[in-house]
């Protein structure tokens, strides 16, 4: 089975530019994550979709990000303007949505690395 | 809210010393608690979990037991070896799947 994909692998930008990662879950799995993850720092979660509905956005700066997932499928995530603080890895995660089996296993994908000049 | 605490790094050993990285947490209600590992230049990847108190998980020779009591998931290994250098992420997932991470722990095995 297809893995989580992403794109780009990388990107550098200027600040007040604006950027857009994609992802695309693994077939059937329900939830999608965007995390940030800051050199030497833990992923930290920025948004939680179930389908195409928002679940938790609480930690999503959202002066300057935004994310979709209009169809309960792939989904992207912008930023606008970026700040230098913004240079970090995007990371995608998925989970299947199985009520009867807990924990729900989260899969990664590789990541975009964004620096912001 | 929920949080995980894990200790700082980095953390350097020789092959075949023991491994015991901490880990403990706050959360209401019984969260799964996993470690991720990060190999340099890869993805987080799963290395083992615990959905309830008193469960061991267990993978690739590492362990970590569950402890309520002392709301603690330390990782540990007998013998790590030099393909063991990573980082270690302690991590928990709540009723609402909100995968919360510790900010990782750097380990290099020297030979």
């Known amino acids: 089975e297809a893995g989580v994909a992403q794109s780009p692998r990388y990107k550098i930008i200027e600040k007040r530019q604006s950027v857009a990662f994609w992802c695309n879950p693994i077939s059937g799995h329900a939830t999608l994550y965007w995390y940030q993850q800051i050199l030497g720092q833990g992923p930290k979660l920025l948004i939680q979709?179930?389908?195409?509905?928002?679940?938790?956005d609480s930690q999503l700066p959202k002066d300057r990000f935004s994310a979709e997932r209009l169809k309960g499928v792939d989904s992207t995530l912008k930023i606008q303007p970026a700040k230098l603080e913004d240079s970090a890895v995007y990371l995608c995660?998925?989970?299947?949505?199985?009520?009867?089996?807990?924990?729900?296993?989260?899969?990664f994908g590789p990541g975009t690395r964004l620096l912001v000049l | 809210g929920n949080s995980v605490t894990q200790m700082e790094g980095p953390v350097t050993l020789s092959e075949e010393a023991f491994l015991t990285i901490n880990c403990t947490y706050t959360?209401?209600?019984?969260?799964?608690l996993f470690w991720y590992v990060q190999y340099p230049g890869e993805g987080l990847q799963l290395l083992l979990k615990?959905?309830?108190?008193?469960d061991k998980g267990s993978n690739k020779g590492f362990e970590a037991t569950y402890r309520k009591e002392t709301t603690s998931f330390h990782l540990e290994k007998g013998s790590v070896q030099v393909s063991d250098s990573a980082v270690y992420f302690c991590?928990?997932?709540?009723?609402?799947?909100?995968?919360?991470f510790g900010a990782g722990t750097r380990l290099t095995v020297k030979p």
């Open positions: 615990a959905t309830k108190a008193d």
């Open positions: 979709f179930q389908n195409n509905g928002v679940v938790d």
């Open positions: 959360a209401t209600g019984y969260p799964s």
């Open positions: 995660a998925s989970s299947p949505t199985n009520f009867r089996t807990r924990p729900i296993p989260l899969y």
């Open positions: 991590a928990l997932s709540s009723d609402r799947d909100d995968m919360r």
